[in-house]
């Protein structure tokens, strides 16, 4: 039977969504980002709807990490931190690499993208281990 760790599922997704925080921030890449995308802070626009966005998507890739430790019964932090390696840079990557090649966004926005989900992603799966 496959179990969900709440506990674990909640505190992931709080490391997801902390982590978009910060990355995307002017700290970090926010900027970078915006002049990829073509945006200023004044055009961003509301921000209510890619927010709510953003934490289903944050909640519901760690719902799937946990349901993955689940199915392969991890219990070990090897293993655990191998998984989220994998799925960052063996699914995640080469998903955003796929379509950047398609849609041509550049090199830099896919490294701003694809580095926020495989950190998400490997986070994700050490907090949930963790938990």
Same mark, same amino acid.
């Given at each position: 039977? $496959?179990?969900?760790?709440? $506990?674990?599922?909640?505190?992931? @997704?709080?490391?997801?969504?902390? =982590?978009?925080?910060?990355?995307?921030?002017?700290?970090?890449?926010? &900027?970078?980002?915006?002049?990829?995308?073509?945006? @200023?802070?004044?055009?961003?626009?509301?921000?209510?709807?890619? #927010?709510? &966005? /953003?934490?289903?998507? /944050? =909640?519901? @890739?760690?719902?799937?990490?946990?349901?993955?430790? !689940?199915?392969?019964?991890? /219990?070990?932090?090897? @293993?655990?931190?191998?998984?989220?390696?994998?799925?960052?840079? $063996?699914?995640?990557?080469?998903?955003? =690499? /796929?379509?950047? $090649?398609?849609? &041509?966004?550049? !090199?830099?926005?896919?490294?701003?993208?694809?580095?926020?989900?495989?950190?998400?992603?490997? #986070?994700?799966? =050490?907090?949930?281990?963790?938990?």
């Amino acid at each position: 039977m $496959l179990e969900v760790n709440l $506990l674990g599922v909640i505190a992931a @997704t709080l490391v997801g969504m902390l =982590l978009g925080a910060l990355w995307y921030s002017s700290i970090a890449f926010g &900027g970078a980002w915006m002049k990829c995308v073509g945006k @200023t802070p004044e055009t961003l626009g509301k921000q209510t709807a890619p #927010l709510v &966005g /953003s934490i289903i998507s /944050s =909640l519901l @890739t760690a719902v799937g990490v946990s349901l993955l430790f !689940s199915l392969l019964n991890v /219990s070990n932090f090897v @293993t655990a931190i191998s998984i989220g390696a994998i799925l960052g840079f $063996l699914v995640i990557f080469p998903a955003l =690499l /796929s379509d950047n $090649l398609f849609c &041509g966004w550049g !090199s830099k926005l896919l490294i701003i993208q694809s580095g926020y989900r495989v950190v998400s992603v490997f #986070l994700m799966s =050490l907090v949930i281990y963790l938990v």
